[in-house]
C-alpha cells in the first residue's frame, strides 16, 4: 500500500474539522470556535502557532480533498499568513484565525484590542475594576460582567453571555479551574510583551551618561503615574511592579496576581521611605538602581 495515500486516509479520518459542517462558510457559533481554538493551540500558548497551524491548515483542506500534501499545506499556510497574520510572528491570534473561521461577531469584540487596553497599566486598571472580591482572580461571573460592559453597545441575552464566558474560559484558561489569572487575562486582552515599557527602557539606558539616565528615569514615572500625583500607587504602581519583574528571558508578559502582591510588598519594604504604601520618583529611582543595575 502507497504509505502516502494511507497517510491522507488517516489524516482524513482524524479530521478535527470534519466534525463541523460548512467551515469557512457558515459562522460557527461561540462554543463551535472554542473547540476549534482549542484542539489547535496545541501548546497552551494562547495562539496557534507552527504545530497547531500545520494540523490546522491540513485539516482544512482535507475537508475540500482526500489528497492533501505537506507542498498543499505549505502553500496554503503561507498564503493564509501573509493575508491575515498582522503581527507578522508566524502564529495566529484569535481574531486573526476568525478571519479564516467566519464566527459570531459579538463574540470576536471580547478578544479584539480595546484601545485604552495595549499595555500593563490598561490591564492593572481593568483588572482591580473587576477583580471585586480581591481574590487575585477574575472568576466566572466577573467575566461576565466584563463582557456584558464590552458589548454595551451591541447587548446580548443573558443566556448568550454564558455561552460567551464558557468559550472565553476554553479558550484563554489554561489550567482548567474556571477563572482567569494575570496571565490569561493579558492573552485574552491580547497584551504583548513588546508593550511592557521598562524593556524599552533597559534597551534606552545602556550608555547612557548620569544625567541621561536621571531624565529617562522621569520619563519612567511619568509613563506610571497618573497626571495629577506625584506618586505611583494603585493600579499604576502594580503596572510598574509587574512590568519591572518580567526579565528578558521570560515567556510570560505578566505574572500572576499573587506573585505581583507578594513582590510589591517586598518593593514597599525597602524602598518605600516614608510608609505610605506609595512610590515616588526618588523611591522609584532606588528601586530601579536596585533591579536595573542604574
Known amino acids: 500500500m502507497d504509505k502516502g495515500a494511507a497517510a491522507r486516509r488517516q489524516s482524513v479520518h482524524d479530521n478535527f474539522l470534519a466534525k463541523f459542517k460548512g467551515i469557512g462558510s457558515e459562522k460557527l457559533s461561540a462554543d463551535q470556535f472554542a473547540q476549534i481554538w482549542e484542539n489547535y493551540d496545541t501548546n497552551d500558548s494562547g495562539f496557534i502557532d507552527k504545530e497547531g497551524l500545520d494540523k490546522f491548515f491540513r485539516d482544512y483542506l482535507g475537508t475540500m480533498t482526500r489528497d492533501v500534501t505537506d507542498e498543499m499545506v505549505e502553500d496554503l499556510k503561507s498564503c493564509y499568513l501573509g493575508a491575515y497574520d498582522e503581527a507578522k510572528d508566524g502564529r495566529f491570534h484569535v481574531t486573526e ?43 466566572a461571573g466577573q467575566l461576565k460582567f466584563f463582557i456584558r460592559d464590552l458589548l454595551k453597545e451591541k447587548p446580548v441575552e443573558d443566556a448568550k453571555l454564558d455561552e460567551y464566558v464558557e468559550a472565553t474560559l476554553t479558550i484563554c484558561d489554561k489550567n482548567g479551574d474556571g477563572r482567569l489569572g494575570l496571565k490569561e487575562m493579558a492573552r485574552l486582552l491580547n497584551i504583548k510583551r513588546e508593550t511592557n515599557f521598562l524593556i524599552q527602557f533597559d534597551e534606552k539606558v545602556k550608555n547612557m551618561t548620569e544625567k541621561e539616565k536621571r531624565k529617562h528615569i522621569n520619563k519612567v514615572f511619568q509613563h506610571y503615574a497618573s497626571e495629577d500625583s506625584d506618586e505611583l500607587e494603585g493600579a499604576r504602581l502594580d503596572a510598574f511592579i509587574s512590568d519591572l519583574m518580567v526579565t528578558d528571558d521570560q515567556s510570560d508578559a505578566h505574572m500572576d496576581m499573587q506573585q505581583l502582591e507578594n513582590t510589591k510588598r517586598s518593593i514597599l519594604t525597602f524602598f518605600d521611605k516614608d510608609g505610605d504604601g506609595k512610590i515616588d520618583m526618588e523611591e522609584l529611582a532606588m528601586c530601579l538602581g536596585v533591579y536595573k543595575g542604574l
Open 97 to 139: 484565525l476568525a478571519e479564516i473561521l467566519p464566527t459570531d461577531q459579538n463574540f470576536l469584540l471580547i478578544f479584539r484590542k480595546n484601545e485604552n487596553i495595549t499595555d500593563s497599566r490598561g490591564l492593572l486598571k481593568l483588572w482591580r475594576k473587576y477583580d471585586t472580591n480581591k481574590s487575585g482572580y477574575i472568576e
